[in-house]
């Protein structure tokens, strides 16, 4: 009797040891896994920041004035130059 109740026992304890390691498998698979999406999230803030300051830079009155007239050859608007629609018929 003594030694059935040993055998049994003794599978519990193997089944709990098991369970112990497969839990701990995953609880470090996990972390392993909060860590790379941490890491990316920092990457991604990283760059978010290198865009807006990009975006704040390229949107400048002066850098697009100055693409204007380097790129595209515009010149101000000037009086002499400006046309004007009437309606005389109506």
């Known amino acids: 009797m003594s030694g059935r109740i040993t ?26 896994a909060l860590e790379r999406a941490q890491s990316k999230a920092r990457q991604l803030d990283i ?15 002066a850098r697009i004035e100055l693409t204007a007239r380097r790129d595209l050859h515009m010149v101000p608007v000037t009086p002499a ?10």
């Open 7 to 32: 055998f049994i026992l003794t599978c519990a304890l193997v089944l709990c040891a098991l369970s112990l390691v497969n839990a701990q498998y995953k609880a470090r698979s996990m972390f392993i």
């Open 47 to 61: 760059e978010w920041s290198q865009l807006q300051l990009d975006q704040s830079t390229l949107g400048k009155h």
């Open 81 to 90: 130059r400006t046309q004007y629609l009437t309606m005389e018929g109506k």
